[in-house]
């Protein structure tokens, strides 16, 4: 054992003592997610991991879940019963040739991206299978593969159908009985078509090869929209809609400019007769613009998308809420937009974009042929002689060969807009039908396997929930609505959230959040009830959160109290849903920094005072932005004297503690290391070790590998980690946040499985390694001093009293003594040495 060793030996039972804090709440928050959810352990799917797709029979309740090599079925209203389950690998010879064409092994085995019903009693499954996309179609009466008179898989290609690489965005529909799909067609990834993939062989159609029509895409979802007779007087025809996000080529920058997309193919496109054969003739794509105006603030990048028909059985009331990111962004940030299917039918119907250039110049648009090109076939089309699109002429066809992007874009203001969170998946439910609409419910996966739940009534958004589902190492990928529930996977794991009713908000507070849902609080049976009463002048959200025990109402909360000393950084909280900006009121000074919508404050004498922050919203039927408060806090200085007291006795305590572990650790290092040099000099028969052996083989050397689920307290440095809005934060800085959700890392590592997520209507996949990164250097976080008060759901509230400063002074000097002694380590040679870095898959879904 090297003085390394035997110094991190003396240090653990420090480390084992301050992380026990961290360990305790993470307890007590897997007890309350217990309390409001079903949670699957891992273990019970008995080794099968990846689950990256999912198909429920809502009928029965059924989900199949695609996972590797693999394919699961649950009873979703029995979770406890064992999964059935049915193995579909690749054979070792054919794992053996993946990788000698310089795939990875973890790459090179059969990922499910494709399970959908066809209609006669069978689902049709694909699966990448080792980079050469296979196909085969499995028995619900059976629950078995079918299979060939040899006994093997009756397997037909999945090329067209599924991508070849698990890593591959990709979205398949099903209408009719026939496979359409946006995938990528070739073993490099480089060619990608959105096309008819089942069927007869004449009726296989794709898209153009040509940067016009698909540029380097990310296919993020998919729906079909079947029109019915009664809707559809003009004998219009289905729809098959795509959104994707794709580099743009209608702009001239500098650097690739990313744009979300909706694109659009007709049900009986059967391809042209010269011109386009076995290619689309309907094609068309517009840009879809999420942006909220006042800031300029626009978000290009296409996550996920979810449909819904506000109205049932009627195909015309179909909304698409999109998640959306930036691509200019550094930090996490995600908005939510909504667009109309009738927005979007606008908008295909308009004028179309020339891209075509002559010296630099536009040129003059080339004027619309007739009928018009791109259009679905309907009862007019064909009274006047085109009953197939094989009989269209060839200039409408070439016209729209060159022409597949429209001038005007399908725009939207953001619903919702958060920072420093990544969301994966969404999913809404509405509340009401009609014209007796309430609102809609947004539940939101988390990378960090959490659902928030946020209520959108008019134009104000509220969180509702965060709760906790996973550990931080699992993305939420599949988020399915059933009977009330919301069915909640992650790569390793399934959980049943309820996702309906005002039952599931368990306090006053949040229940008179959902006021607008038709919730209010009975203080008799302490329980929230659905009403179905509209709330009147005096019933609103801020009425029923005074009656709560809070006191306070949502535009008007109490003033938090904070006793503070000089030096003390915080990050005071504000939270802001909208895309609405929100000010700061607080004492002119220059100590203070915004982040998103907190506040970072260093205190000093002039910094002292009331800090206030002020939220614009939007009141139904009033033009003008409505201030509303939304945090509000007072600093004031703590007692000097008490505080300098404590500080000198904790000083003198954590230096005589410093004394005693770095005399008894350096005495046992040296001992150890002389034990260790006599018996090596004895078996090496008098032949001494080179002067750099300890550097060689020490704790600097990269002689032995780390793994990524056991990282090395000296290399990668103890810190105490603590979460903001969902997204863990690792710094030295004291803030006032803090999280009875996610926020202390329950300790689960996943290494040598493949974990991925699913951004699109679960087919688009991203796999996230699970690796540790290193850095020299031992280093203690600052000890919290007050402890965080936020609006947020989910966040622990505490103000700090007069009987809490003696113990805030002892923290204090804790904190002092913990930075000499990381001072001190930092300075020995061995602590400097470069620290071995855990190697990881970097290949991602």
Known sequence: MTPGGAMLLILLPVLFLLSGVSWAATVSELEDVHNQAKVLDPEKFEGVSNFSTFLLERSSGVLFLGARDAILSMDTN???????????????????????????????????????????????????????????????????????????????????KCPFEPSQHY??????????????????????????????????????????????????????????????????????????????????????????RVARVCKSDVG???????????????????????????????????????????PSSTHFYGLFTSQWEREELSAVCVFSLSDISKVLDGPFKELKKNCENWINPEPVPTPRPGQCLNTALKAEGFESSLKLPDKVLTFVRDHPLMENSVTAAPLLVRKGISYTKLAVNQRGSGEETRGVVLHLGTDRGELHQVEVVNQNTTLLQEIPLFSP??????????????????????????????????????????????????????ACRNTDAKPGPDDTVDDALRKCNIQEARCSPSIREL?????LRLLLPCVQ?????????????????????????????????????????????????????????????????????????????????????????????????YFMKRRHTSGCKGHRLPDNSLSEKGLGSSATPQSPSSASLMSEGFRLTEKRNGTATTNTTTTLLSSQGNGSHHGNSYSGNLIHCNPSNGNGNALYANCNTSSSGLQFAEILAPEMLNGRTGERERELGEGDEVDKELRDGLGEGMKGLEDEFASLPMVKSAAPLARCEESSI
């Not at 993020?220 to 025809?237: H, L, M, R």
């Not at 007769?273 to 999420?290: D, E």
Request: hydrophobic share 35%; proline share 5%; charged share 25%.
């Open 171 to 260: 979205t398949a529909v099903m209408a009719g009985g026939i496979l359409y799909t946006a995938a990528t067609s070739n073993f490099l990834g480089t060619l990608f078509d959105i096309s008819r993939a089942t069927g007869t062989e004449q009726e296989r159609i794709r898209t153009e090869r040509s940067i016009n029509w698909l540029s380097d895409p990310e296919f993020v979802s998919s729906a079909f929209i079947e029109q019915s007779a009664d809707s559809n007087p003009t004998g219009d025809d289905d729809k098959i809609y795509f959104f994707f996000t794709e580099v743009a080529k209608e702009y001239d920058l500098y650097t690739k400019v990313k744009v979300p």
């Open 577 to 673: 849903l909208s895309p609405r900006p929100c000010t700061w009121e607080y004492p002119p000074h220059r100590h203070t920094r915004q982040h998103h919508s907190d506040l970072g404050v260093t205190v000093t004498e002039e910094s002292l005072g009331k800090y206030i922050c002020t939220c614009q919203e939007v009141e139904p039927g009033v033009r003008d932005l409505i201030p509303c408060r939304r945090a509000a806090y007072h600093l004031t200085l703590t007692d000097p004297e008490a505080g300098e007291t404590a500080a000198m006795t904790g000083n003198r305590h954590v230096l005589a503690l410093y004394i005693f572990f770095f005399c008894g650790g350096a005495a046992l290092g040296a001992f150890l290391l």
């Open 78 to 160: 029995e979770l406890d019963k064992p999964p059935r389950k049915i193995i579909w690998d690749v054979p070792e010879d054919k794992r053996a040739s993946c990788v000698a064409k310089g795939k990875t092994e973890v790459d090179c085995h059969n990922y499910i991206r494709l399970l959908e019903f066809l209609g006669d009693g069978r689902i049709y499954v694909c699966g990448t299978y080792a980079f050469d996309p296979q196909c085969a179609f499995l028995e619900l009466s059976s629950f078995t593969l079918e299979k060939t008179e040899d006994g093997g898989v009756r397997m037909e290609t999945g090329k067209g």
């Open 563 to 567: 006793r503070v000393y000089l030096g």
């Open 272 to 314: 042209g007769m010269k011109t386009l054969q076995r290619r689309w003739t309907t094609f068309l794509k517009a840009q879809l613009v999420c942006e909220d105006k006042p800031s300029g603030q626009r978000y290009n990048i296409l996550t996920d998308v979810f449909t819904m028909q506000h109205t049932q059985g009627d």
């Open 473 to 526: 190492q699992e993305p939420i990928n599949n988020i399915l609505l059933h009977k009330g529930q919301a069915l909640v996977g992650s790569p390793l794991s399934l959980a049943r959230v309820q996702a309906e009713g005002c039952a599931l908000y368990p306090n006053c507070e949040v229940c008179a959040r959902a006021r607008g849902l038709g919730c209010v609080w009975d203080t008799e049976e302490e």
